[in-house]
């Protein structure tokens, strides 16, 4: 499974950004997906996860209300809409996809064994 990333960037406190994640080589429609960021110095975090068909969603508490992700099985593409942006949420974003996925979103960090390569988010206050 290969996952591509894109869609970080500079912004100001309050700005919007999407981030994208195109997948390639199995059925994306079958699994689960998530999104994860990492901060200088911090440990990888999951900020939102969703099943097969975007149906059952989780978000950290850090982002609920400001972030949302989504999926287009169609286009085999993740996304994840960020509002009202805080110099909190700077950090390296990746998109990831668990081994399995029984129907619902996957919220274990080691369960996700295909990484994208991370895409930066820096937000100036």
């Known amino acids: 499974v290969q996952l591509q990333a894109s869609g970080g960037g500079l912004v100001q406190a309050g700005d919007s950004l999407r981030l994208s994640c195109v997948a390639s080589?199995?059925?994306?429609?079958?699994?689960?997906m998530g999104w994860f960021r990492q901060a200088p110095g911090k440990e990888r975090e999951l900020v939102a996860a969703l099943n097969w068909n975007g149906g059952s969603i989780y978000y950290s508490d850090s982002v609920k209300g400001r972030f949302t992700i989504s999926r287009d099985n169609a286009k085999s593409t993740l996304y994840l809409q960020m509002n009202d942006l805080k110099p909190e949420d700077t950090a390296v974003y990746y998109c990831?996809?668990?081994?399995?996925?029984?129907?619902?979103?996957?919220?274990?960090?080691?369960?996700?064994?295909?990484w994208g390569q991370g895409t930066q988010v820096t937000v100036s206050s």
């Open positions: 080589g199995r059925t994306f429609g079958m699994y689960s």
């Open positions: 990831a996809a668990p081994r399995y996925s029984d129907g619902g979103y996957v919220t274990a960090k080691y369960e996700y064994i295909y």
